[in-house]
């Protein structure tokens, strides 16, 4: 039941809130922010707008909040945060926009693997007429960062394709990874076409890629091979454990398997952005759905056998005509690569 409300009840209680509200206007506004933040407060990013996303204000120097905020599982990778390039190559679309930006997540031990992809699938020129940028993303090795210092500085110098960022490179942190590669395509390659996200185990077949899934360039578009319902695993023995406290739902939404994926150049920074201001999970791919469902996004699937998520036996026959096949290391592709590029296969 409604109460009846009269209006003698009402016009005190109407008084005391325009006399509070008065105050609240009169109040003195914050103090301008000093012009030097400490380093660890990023003053609000243009490029993706957090700190504006929920009307916050950047924290004000010598003030520590007071509310506790929830304790981060050590498995949730801290984020957003300002992570530093330690390597970086800002200036390589600059005057132009390449077709497709490579994205090859590799460990900062994986020399061999670098050098196998790059003359294998990761062959800036392998696909004649499309113009194919490959870039490495890398963290800081958990235990040898320091010695391996050097050893990517000078790889950096010679092939120019190294990303790197001040996280700890670990399987639980590879979230980081992928967005340290959006973020790179937001601030210095926004006009791309297409970014594909790949893991070093694969084989990948760009050609095929391109002539029958790319043109004509399209926008809000990823695919994939797509999981759909799957559920986070909560078991702590598994490589693939979500805790509830870091994803409480029981489903993920639609998702592209990590190991290939390949979207618009558009929706790599809206990925970008939405991250911001979303809790990260430690599962790569599955993130990326989540970032999909919070832009209302979805996946375009792909026809069956062209993403393999398992391992297939070499025919140049059958690779010509699919994407990706997961499993595949360094001396494979080196095995193989000559034959694929030089046989051909009745269409
Ligand atoms: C990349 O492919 C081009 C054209 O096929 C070839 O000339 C070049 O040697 C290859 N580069 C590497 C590093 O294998
Ligand atoms: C992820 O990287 C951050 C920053 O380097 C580090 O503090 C954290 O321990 C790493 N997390 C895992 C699970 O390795
Ligand atoms: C998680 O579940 C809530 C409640 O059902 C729903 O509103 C939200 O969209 C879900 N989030 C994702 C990422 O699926």
Redesign the pocket.
Same mark, same amino acid.
């Given at each position: 039941m409604k109460p009846a409300l009269s209006l003698p009840l009402l016009l005190p209680s109407l008084l005391l809130s325009l006399v509070l509200l008065g105050l609240r206007l009169q109040r003195p506004e914050e103090p301008p922010s000093t012009p030097s933040l400490p380093p660890r407060h990023r003053p609000p990013n243009p490029l993706t707008g957090a700190g504006f996303l929920w009307g916050q204000k950047p924290p004000q120097p010598g003030h520590t909040t007071a509310r506790a905020a929830p304790p981060r599982h050590p498995l949730q990778p801290p984020y957003p945060y300002p992570y530093r390039f330690l390597l970086n190559e800002p200036h390589k679309c600059r005057g132009w926009a390449p077709f497709l930006v490579l994205l090859v997540a590799s460990e900062p031990g994986n020399t061999a693997g670098r050098a196998a992809i790059r003359q294998t699938w990761g062959n800036e020129s392998s696909v004649p007429g499309v113009s194919i940028l490959r870039l490495f993303l890398l963290g800081v090795h958990p235990v040898f960062g320091r010695e391996l210092r050097g050893t990517l500085e000078e790889e950096s110098r010679l092939h120019h394709d190294l990303l790197q960022q001040d996280f700890l490179d670990t399987y639980n942190n590879l979230t980081l990874k992928t967005l340290m590669g959006m973020e790179w395509v937001t601030r210095h390659c926004p006009g791309a076409t297409y970014v594909m996200k790949a893991d070093s185990d694969v084989f990948l077949n760009l050609g095929y890629l391109v002539r029958r899934f790319l043109l004509p360039p399209k926008t809000n578009f990823i695919t994939g091979y797509i999981y759909r319902n799957t559920r986070p695993i909560r078991h702590p023995a598994y490589k693939w454990y979500v805790p509830r406290e870091v994803y *409480?739902?029981d489903?993920? *939404?639609p998702y592209c398997g990590g190991p290939g994926y390949v979207l618009s150049g558009d929706l790599a920074t809206k990925i970008y952005r939405v991250a911001q201001r979303l809790p990260l999970i430690n599962m790569e791919d599955s993130f990326v759905?989540?970032c999909l469902?919070?832009l209302g996004i979805s996946v375009t699937p792909s026809p069956w056998g062209v993403f393999n998520m398992y391992w297939l036996s070499y025919s140049k026959c059958r690779f010509s005509r699919l994407v990706m096949v997961h499993h595949y290391q360094p001396q494979d592709l080196l095995a193989i690569w000559p034959h694929f590029q030089e046989t051909k296969c009745p269409e």
């Open positions: *409480p739902n489903t993920y *939404p759905g989540i469902h919070a």
